[in-house]
Nanobody, 114 residues
């Protein structure tokens, strides 16, 4: 069982920035991918960004150019730097560990006020 601990959410004004962190209890070096998803009230959970084994990244169109995903394998941690935040970015953000099995973090609330 892999444990994922997320941090960094909060309340920010539109145009502001936040950095989310997700630390895994096991190595992330060789797994297929780590990702960030989000779920807004009344909406389905959607992929925000993912970083694939080898370092390539993938972003939802809605966050391209504003969000950056990165990872520190030595710390078993993946980050999501979120800049130029918009009210529509408001959601619970979940970390995803995609290895032999998939695991989810508990979620961290991001609220962007207009």
């Amino acid at each position: 069982q892999v444990q994922l601990v997320e941090s960094g959410g909060g309340l920010v004004q539109a145009g502001g920035s936040l950095r989310l962190s997700c630390t895994a209890s096991e190595s992330i070096f060789s797994i297929f991918s780590m990702g960030w998803y989000r779920q807004a009230p009344g909406k389905q959970r959607e992929l925000v960004a993912a970083i694939i084994f080898g370092g390539s990244t993938h972003y939802a169109d809605s966050v391209k150019g504003r969000f950056t995903i990165s990872r520190d394998n030595a710390k078993n941690t993946v980050y999501l730097q979120m800049n130029s935040l918009k009210p529509e970015d408001t959601a619970v953000y979940y970390c995803n560990y995609n290895g032999q099995r998939k695991y989810w973090g508990q979620g961290t609330q991001v609220t962007v006020s207009s």
